[in-house]
């Protein structure tokens, strides 16, 4: 081996010398491994020291022929070789420092030996691929060619404090990161559109779930679901106010612009900590490569934040990634668009874009499963799409049976076939495809809310309210799901949980009608009926009550109290002035006047229209006065519910 110190165009750093004529990389005066392509990258790091160093000019000096999306592989790929050999970390470098949204930085001390003088560096081109090293006989090494015999002893020392010097170095950069705030939880932003065009907002939204949806399949990485994220979209405020709101410890933003058939999108991470920009890339590929441009994406984002990502995970990842035609794709984009503004007009609309997915390519799983969630949806309310509650259960059912027949470890697939089981009272099925989905996706905010609910409705509170809980962690400032926590407690018999979790949904969302309506029965519930009036008030004037009703309900309060406001909701129901009540609402305004033969006729007719509210039969407070009934009891058994557990 020729000694370093007596050759030209030799640089020091720490324990590392580069040989820039022969490209060879040293440690400690051993080589280290290291291919053509991450020495081209160092090397051109080399000649601007403590200069920013952009990706424009890398891909210009390196890759001037190639296309972008090759070399935003290439160069991330060459990137990370690179700190490997080095023994660098992105996050807390000794070496190269990445600058967000621009390029590297070499930041480490360089020194020239006094025997090898400096001169020009060489090109990348001119960087030799390194050569297969030869075999080297023991204690003898060439010198200018020459076999000479070395002094063994001399060199052993200076080994020596050179391996202490890199220990210390490694010590205290690891000492450093030890220090480093963990990320054990990430937002990912909502992702700016910038293709100059408002009408792919679908797109710049479904590329931001796409995002949170293979993060969320990552054990030990809380990832905050879409729901609340989307709050923030063209926020103003900073990232550490969104941090602290979301309780996370690192925050995802980025941009996508799509530019005819080619998609790009930008990432950063930031340690919320600190506000310290820990990693940036950039992405790009044709459309029809977008599921790999995702999956890219979140891979690198999770090896940022030190999660290892399993080979099962991987191909979990890879699997749910299987490319729908880019037609379909577009009109599933769109169709979740619809599906999540909240706006009753937009159903139909969601509908028709899951179906043209479905026609576009008869093998996009992931469009039947959404398609089934909006008839599973009609199901419950039968006001949207013109059909039948017994036909749109129809079509959820063939429709999630499709999905998980294309793709069985479809997470949006199992959850359809939960939503198809309750709507046949199949708890067990329900139950089987709840864990399925945990298992695939245990960071999905959905998954546990829905689970933690059905856990409620068999009675299976303590195992019900933590599931609510790990939904709110992941979802914290959505008003839905702490309405639905507010809900779960409510069927538990939590008064004070359920109104405090009401109220935090209305602080969220003042008009969420949902919360309105739970907080009305828990205040009925603790007989505090002046708040309940209110809260009624509140309500009615969401929920389609004309003002002339809602005061004649809110007037019968006042005048005969809570069997008045009750007894007038159940009249003017039967004169159709109010929006019409099921029989099992009905059935539970009876129970709580008391009238037990009227409730159990209601709840009758609710089980033989197979209403879906009867899934609640056995914990619904309301109903508690109805526990010692026979009648009661034998259409708890009906439901296939053990009364075993009711909390009456």
Known sequence: MQPLASVSKILCFGVFQVDLR????????????????????????????????????????????????????????????????????????????????????FIAPLEVPASAGLGELLTPAQIPPPETPAVATPGVATWNGKRTTVLVPGIVIVIGLVGMLGWKIVHDRRVAAESAPQIRSLAVLPLTNLSGDPN??????????????????????????????????????????????????AVVEGTVARLGNRVRIRVQLVRTADDRHLWAEAYEREFQDVFLLQNDAAHEIAEQVGVNVMNSQQEQLAGRKSPMKPEAYEAYLRGRFYSRTGRPEDVQKAEANFQQAIRDDPQAAPAYAALADVYTFETYTGTYLGTSRKEAAANARSLARKALELKPDLVEAHLAMTGIAEIDWDWAEAEKHYRRALLLEPGS???????????????RFKQAIPETQIALQLDPVSAETHASSAFTY?????????????????????????????????????????????????????????????NEIEGAYKRGGIRAFLNKQIELNARGRIPPLTSFDLACLYALLGEKDKALEYLEMAWKARDPEMGFIKVQPELASLSSESRYRDLVQRMGLSASSSPF
């Open 22 to 105: 022969s490209g060879e990389l040293y440690k400690a005066g051993l080589k280290v491994k290291l291919q053509h392509q991450p020495l081209q990258v160092l090397t051109i790091l080399l000649q601007r020291p403590n200069g920013v160093v952009t990706r424009e000019e890398l891909r210009a000096k390196l890759w001037p022929t190639d296309t972008f999306v090759d070399f935003e592989h290439s160069l991330n790929t060459a990137v990370r070789k690179l700190r490997d050999a080095l023994g660098d970390r992105a996050e807390n470098p000794t070496f190269i420092e990445t600058i967000p949204r621009k390029g590297y930085r």
């Open 490 to 550: 409510y069927l538990a018999g939590e008064f004070d949980h359920a109104i405090e979790q009401g109220k935090k949904a209305l602080q969220l969302d003042p008009g969420f009608q949902d919360a309105h309506a739970n907080l009305m029965y828990s205040y009925i519930q603790k007989h505090m009926y002046e708040e309940a009036a209110q809260e009624f008030g509140r309500f009615a004037a969401m929920w389609q009550y004309s003002s002339e009703s809602a």
């Open 200 to 249: 792919q907002e679908y797109f710049t939204d479904g590329m931001t779930d796409e995002l949170i949806t293979d993060l969320a399949q990552l054990a030990n990485l809380r990832v905050i679901s879409r729901t609340s994220v989307m709050r923030y979209k063209k926020s103003e405020k900073n990232l550490r106010e969104i941090a602290q709101e979301l309780d996370v410890d």
């Open 445 to 459: 905010s959905t998954a546990h809310l829905s689970y933690g609910m059905f856990l409620a409705a068999q009675g």
